[in-house]
């Protein structure tokens, strides 16, 4: 019986000794010029079993012009010897758009993931699951040349492949239900991603999970919808939801419902207190999550109640020093301040760097009072807009034992950057000719 040398790790020394060459092509990379250790390190892949597994770890690692020229190599050397239609195309494609990707050639990127998902379609079939991951890419690309109409509608198509794929009712489906709420969720659109997250709740019920860790943060995702809609992050979203249209799910109307997120919220206790090796500090955090809930809702009696219960599950763990915990308020809302409106064009200077420095106090509710502006520059220019957002902000008050009590000499500084007007043209002494 033909036996296989292993070395001391357990492992066979032909692994160890291409592990072993692999790290001295990267000393040969510093050392004996990049063409070197390219070349060096072309002969390792030919010899390898995985040859695209190191390609990946040399694009993870930003190594991206030998990947391009390595990937554009092996992607001819198949198309010849087999054909345009291979299904071993598909990763070699989807890898060199991720190079270009990190290239910052996202159109060139693009291009090569359009190509990849079309391969998988020809070879596994129209609703295929496969594709997901190239769709995915497709959307992120489209997202980063700032078409977040169309990075919308691949996020959407490749939810429907998955539900095509698995069925309506399918538990794997949910990863898929999970990617595309928080798409949702990060362009502005907070009802699409409740409608999304109900939905994988219903999956969760059907599959009998909904006492489980699965039903978590499916349940995270709609308090967290209630609460963004009631709390807008920002004064102008970066990608307004008006903008973006979605039919991937009926969006029930819904607005600010209190009692919806706090369900889920308390659901999500009862989850974590219902194991039989609860963590104290999982309990814990979901406590504290409902009593924030609380406290941003103005619901002060039943917050004080919480914290004081959140406080002494986190006092029994011996590795938590609790006094500290709770030392400082902890901010749960804060609406951006932003930039003032630059001037138009034609009007606008040299961009400039300004700031607002306000002092405050914290109540033993989470407001913010008795705010005082230390100084600003330019002055008056943005400090009503910086006073209004701490005005609206919320925090989780200091606790002492349990109590909540009123915190003083907060300071915040806001650094902001402008562009000063400068005169209109026409507002010039004519020319003298």
Request: net charge negative; aromatic share 10%.
């Amino acid at each position: 019986m033909q036996t296989t040398a292993t070395s001391v790790t357990g492992k066979p020394e032909s692994t160890l000794s291409s592990a072993l060459a692999l790290l001295l092509v990267g000393v040969l990379l510093c050392v004996a010029g990049r063409s070197a250790a390219e070349s060096a390190f072309e002969e390792i892949l030919d010899e390898v079993a995985d040859p695209l597994s190191q390609i990946e770890r040399q694009i993870e690692t930003q190594e991206y012009a030998f990947a391009v020229a390595w990937l554009g190599r092996h992607i001819r050397e198949i198309e010849a010897s087999q054909n345009r239609f291979n299904p071993d195309l598909i990763r070699p494609i989807t890898l060199l758009g991720d190079a270009y990707m990190g290239q910052g050639d996202y159109a060139g990127a693009l291009e090569q993931y359009q190509r990849a998902v079309h391969l998988s379609r020809v070879n596994e079939g129209l609703n295929a699951p496969g594709q997901v991951a190239i769709v995915y890419r497709e959307a992120d690309a489209y997202r980063r040349m700032g078409d977040y109409e169309l990075a919308n509608a691949r996020e959407e198509y490749a939810y429907h492949v998955l539900k095509r794929g698995y069925g309506p009712a399918d538990e794997a489906l949910l990863p898929g239900m999970l990617h595309l709420a928080r798409w949702y969720e990060a362009t502005g659109n907070p009802f699409s991603a409740r409608a999304v997250y109900e939905d994988a709740f219903r999956v969760i019920v059907a599959n009998g999970k909904d006492e489980t860790d699965a039903a978590i943060p499916i349940l995270k995702g709609i308090a967290r919808t209630y609460r963004t809609e009631r709390f807008p992050p920002y004064y102008a979203a970066a990608v307004a939801s008006s903008d973006l249209t979605s039919s991937a799910f009926d969006q029930p109307v819904s607005v600010n419902n209190f009692p919806a997120g706090e369900r889920a919220l308390q659901r999500i206790v009862q989850i974590r207190q219902g194991h039989v090796d609860a963590q104290p500090i999982a309990v814990a955090e979901s406590v504290l999550d409902l009593a924030d809930w609380y406290t941003l809702f103005d619901k002060t009696s039943r917050a004080e109640t919480l914290y004081e219960h959140a406080y002494g599950l986190i006092a029994e763990i011996p590795e938590f020093d609790a006094v500290s915990y709770f030392a400082d308020p902890k901010l749960l809302y804060f609406p951006s301040p932003g930039n003032p409106k630059p001037p138009p064009l034609e009007y606008r200077g040299e961009a400039a760097s300004g700031y607002v420095e306000v002092a405050y106090r914290v109540t033993d509710t989470g407001y913010v009072r008795n705010m005082e502006t230390i100084a600003s520059d330019p002055e008056d220019m943005m400090d009503f807009r910086v006073r209004k957002s701490l005005r609206l902000a919320r925090f989780r008050p200091m606790l002492i034992d349990g109590v909540p009590v009123a915190r003083e000499l907060h300071t915040y500084r806001h650094e902001f950057t402008y562009y000063p007007k400068i005169k209109d043209a026409q507002e010039s002494p004519p020319d003298a000719s």
